[in-house]
C-alpha cells in the first residue's frame, strides 16, 4: 500500500488586516462626519449672531432717535420766543405734557382721590372689584383675570398706582436691604410687557410673600402687550409686601419713552376715554421708583450701570421725583433763559449714568452712542466705584443677553434680562437670579414660549433670522433715496454696480448700522458674476403702501420718520384719544421737518393732513395714519 502525503496550503490570516482596515474607515468616517458638523453648526452659530446683531444694532438706534428727537423739543421749547410761528402752540403742550407734578401735593393727591372716586365701574364691568387694604386672595382672582386676557377698571387701576405711589414716596432713593431674615431673595430683570414671562417665574420660583423677597430691577413696561398687566401685578404685590417687593426704576419708566415704545398706545388701546388720566397715574408713580438697591452692603442693584462719577452719597439726597423723565436735567419751561443749576445737572448725570448705562470690555469711560444716552464703563470703571463704597458686585439689567444672563468686568458686573424671546420667538432665554444669605449669586433659565420646544437650532435660528432681516429690509427700505444717492454717487461710470466694500460702506454711512455686510450682502441685494453688487436691487421685493404714493419721497420721508412722528403725535394728544386734528398733524410735520433738515416738502404738508384725514372730519386716526405708512412685499 503506498501512502500518500497531501501538503494543505495555508491560507493568509487577513482578519486582523480586514478588521484594521475597517476600523480605519470608521475612523476616518467619524472624522469627516465630525468636521462637517462643527461646520455645520458653526455656520449656523454664524447665522444666529448676524440676526442677534441686526436686532441689537437697530434696538439701538432706535432709542439713540428717541433721545435725540427728545433733545430737539428741548430746542423748541428753549428757542422759540412769544412772537415765533409755528412751534409755539406746539412748544406749550410740551411744556404742559412736560411739567414736574406739582408743587401743591395736598392738592394734587385730594384731586387724585377726587378722580378715583368720581370714575364709574359700568354695570357691563364683570372682572375683579379692588377695595384697600388688598388682601392675597384678591390679588390672586386679579392674576387668573389677567390670565384670559381680560382688562382690569381703570377705576381700579388708578388706585393701585396712587396707592403703590404714596408708598414708594417714603423710601428712599437706594435701599438697603438685609438677607438675615428671609435668608434669599430674587432678582428679576427686564420684563417689557412680557405677561408670560412674569408667570413663569412665579410659577417656578413662587409668588413674593414675606418668606419670598423680589427685587424688580426696572422696565416693566414698553414693547410687549400687557405692560399695564405687569405694573398693576407688581404694584399689588408691593402693597401686600412693601418691605420684601422692590421696584427698581428703569430707563423705561419715563412717560417720553412711553410715547415711542408701546406703553402709551397700549393705555389708549385699552382705556379710551380714562386712558390720559391712566397715563398721568403711570407717570407720576415711575417718578416716585427708587433708584437702587443695596443688599447686604455687598451688592448694588441697578438697571444700568456706572460711571466714574457715581456717589451713591449724592445719590440718596437727590429729589427723585424732578426727574418726570430721565431724558432731561429737570422740567422745561418757555421761561427758562440759562442752562440748570450746575447741582441739577450733577444730580441728573448720576441718575441718567444709573438708568442707562452699559458695561464695555475695554478700560475708560466714554459716552453710549449706540442708545444716545448715559455712558459705556470698563473694568477700571467698575473696579473703582465698588471699592469706593466697599462692595463687591454689580447686579444690572438693560441688555438682552441669548442666555438671559452675562457676568463681566472679572465677574463683577452681572446683567440679567427676564423677557424671553424679545426680538423674535426664541431669540433669547430669559432668567432670573437667586441670591442666598452668603449672597452667592444662582442663575435660573427658562422660556416662556411653548412653540420653542418643538423646533429645532435650525428652525429657531432660521425664524430669528427671518425676523432680523425683515427689520433690516425696513430699515434700508425707509432710506432708499439716501442710499441710492450716495450709491450713484460711488457709481461713476454709472454702472449700476458697487464693489461689496463700496457698497457696505454706503449702508453704514447712511443707516448707521455696524453689521457684517460682507456676510449678509446674498440676503441682500443681487450680484453679477464677478461678485459686484448690484446696488439698485436693494428695493426689490417691496415698497411703501401709501395714501400720497403719489408723492413717493414724501411718502418715504413720513414712512422712515414714522416712529418720531407717532411719538410727537402721542405727546399732542394728552387725553389719549386716539385723534388729533389736522391743525395739530401740520403742526407737528412743520416740527418734525426742522428735526429733519427740511426732507419734508413744506408746500406738501397740508395736502398730507388732508390726504390723512380720510372721513374728512378735521380730525386723524392713529390706527389710519399708521395704516397710511407701512412696507409691503409686491
Known sequence: MGCSSSIQKKEPDTSTKSGTYKADQVLNSSIIIQKWFRRYKAHLEIRRRCAWKIFQEIEYSAEQDQINLYNFFNEIVTSINNNGSYGKKFADILEKSDSTPTANITNAETEAVKNINSTKVENFYKGPHVTLPLELQNVHKLLEYFKTGQVLHAKYVKLILHEAKMKAKLLPNVLSIDLNITKQITIVGDLHGKLDDLFTIFHKNGLPSNE????????????????????????????????????????????????????????????????????????????????????????????????????????????????????????????????????????????????????????????????????????????????????????????????????????????????????????????????????????????????????????????????????????????????????????????????????????????????????????????DKDGNVLYMSSWDGYKVNSAISQMSLLSETIYRNKQALETVFRIIDKDCSGFISTEEMEEACHMLNKHTNGLIPESGIQDLAKTLDINKDGKIDFNEFLEAFRLVTT
Open 212 to 527: 419670598n423677597p423680589y427685587i424688580f430691577n426696572g422696565d416693566f413696561v414698553d414693547r410687549g402687550k400687557f405692560s399695564i398687566e405687569i405694573l398693576v401685578i407688581l404694584c399689588c404685590f408691593y402693597l401686600l409686601y412693601p418691605r420684601q417687593v422692590v421696584l427698581n426704576r428703569g430707563n423705561h419708566e419715563d412717560y417720553i419713552m412711553n410715547s415711542r415704545y408701546g406703553f402709551t398706545k397700549e393705555v389708549a388701546t385699552k382705556y379710551k376715554l380714562q386712558a390720559g388720566k391712566v397715563k398721568e397715574f403711570c407717570r407720576e408713580f415711575f417718578a416716585w421708583l427708587p433708584l437702587a438697591t443695596i443688599i447686604g452692603n455687598k451688592i448694588l442693584v441697578a438697571h444700568g450701570g456706572l460711571s466714574d462719577r457715581t456717589d451713591l452719597e449724592l445719590l440718596k439726597s437727590i429729589p427723585r421725583n424732578q426727574f418726570v423723565s430721565i431724558l432731561k436735567p429737570t422740567h422745561i419751561s418757555l421761561e427758562e433763559t440759562e442752562p440748570p443749576p450746575i447741582e441739577i445737572l450733577q444730580e441728573w448725570e448720576q441718575v441718567l449714568d444709573l438708568l442707562w448705562s452699559d458695561p464695555q470690555p475695554t478700560c475708560g469711560k466714554v459716552f453710549n452712542k449706540h442708545r444716545g444716552g448715559g455712558c459705556c464703563f470698563g473694568p477700571d470703571v467698575t473696579d473703582s466705584v465698588l471699592r469706593k463704597h466697599k462692595l463687591d458686585l454689580l447686579i444690572r439689567s438693560h441688555e438682552c443677553k441669548f442666555e438671559g444672563y452675562e457676568y463681566a468686568h472679572n465677574n463683577k458686573v452681572l446683567t440679567v434680562f427676564s423677557a424671553s424671546s424679545y426680538y423674535a420667538d426664541g431669540s433669547n432665554l430669559g432668567a432670573y437670579i437667586k441670591l442666598d444669605v452668603n449672597l452667592t449669586p444662582r442663575i435660573v433659565q427658562f422660556s416662556a414660549t411653548k412653540e420653542n420646544k418643538i423646533n429645532s437650532f435650525k428652525d429657531k435660528v432660521g425664524i430669528h433670522e427671518e425676523c432680523a432681516m425683515k427689520e433690516l429690509k425696513e430699515k434700508i427700505h425707509a432710506h432708499k433715496s439716501q442710499l441710492a444717492d450716495v450709491f450713484k454717487q460711488m457709481d461713476i461710470n454709472n454702472t449700476g454696480k458697487l464693489s461689496v466694500s463700496q457698497w457696505a460702506n454706503g449702508l453704514e454711512k447712511v443707516l448707521h448700522l455696524k453689521l457684517p455686510w460682507t456676510i449678509l450682502r446674498a440676503k441682500l441685494v443681487d450680484v
